[in-house]
């Protein structure tokens, strides 16, 4: 069975612009969950979708959005980029909600310049 | 008071031996705690997950938790070079998946 897969792996952008990374779940699986990771805060949770509806999120700016397709493919949007955005931001799937295993994606490295 | 602490190392050990990692967790109502393990540039891969208290043994891995004590621990036997890494614990807490900031383990030849 495939794994998580995220495109695209990395992303150079300059301030102000805007940036949607896509996910696509293991086969099965309705929950996707997205992360950001930098090296001072750690992971942090964004957001997560369930049936193309938004079931919880973290705390993040509006400028953070996201959506769920019919498939259970994902995408992440970022508007208005700041330097602090620079991140690695991580999709990963579960069956049906957070209390089952989650399984990560490789991850999309983005950089604003 | 995070909730989810680990405690950030390093914890340096031999080739060999026992490595023992703790977690603790605020929210008395998780359900769920995982351990993840991440190599430098790659994505967390999970390596246990357990659900209800007591000791859960997955080959060189044992996953214990205690909700009395909001404590979660992971021990690997045997240790090895290829288990340096970083071991992030996660619970679920409100209807999400919070992690720790990760314990960076060496284990030296």
């Known amino acids: 069975k495939a794994g998580v897969t995220q495109t695209p792996r990395y992303l150079i952008k300059t301030r102000g612009q805007q940036v949607t990374l896509s996910c696509s779940p293991i086969?099965?699986?309705?929950?996707v969950s997205w992360y950001q990771q930098t090296p001072g805060q750690g992971l942090q949770f964004l957001f997560e979708?369930?049936?193309?509806?938004?079931?919880n999120k973290g705390n993040f700016p509006g400028r953070f959005s996201g959506r769920q397709f019919s498939n259970s493919r994902s995408e992440m949007n970022v508007s208005t980029l700041e330097l602090g955005d620079s991140a690695l931001y991580l999709c990963?799937?579960?069956?049906?909600?957070?209390?089952?295993?989650?399984?990560f994606g490789p991850g999309t490295r983005l950089t604003v310049l | 008071q995070k909730e989810v602490e680990q405690n950030s190392g390093p914890l340096s050990v031999p080739e060999g031996a026992i490595a023992s990692l703790n977690c603790t967790y605020s929210?008395?109502?998780?359900?769920?705690f995982f351990w993840y393990r991440q190599y430098s540039g790659k994505s967390p891969e999970l390596i246990m997950f357990i659900y209800s208290n007591g000791d859960k043994e997955d080959g060189r891995f044992t996953a214990q938790l205690n909700k009395a004590s909001q404590y979660v621990s992971l021990l690997i036997r045997d240790s090895q070079p290829s288990d340096s890494a970083t071991y992030l614990c996660a619970v679920t807490s409100y209807g999400k998946l919070t992690f720790g900031q990760g314990t960076i383990l060496t284990v030296h030849p």
């Open positions: 979708y369930f049936s193309e509806t938004q079931r």
């Open positions: 086969s099965g699986h309705r929950s």
């Open positions: 990963a799937s579960s069956l049906r909600d957070v209390d089952n295993e989650q399984f």
């Open positions: 929210d008395r109502g998780s359900q769920s």
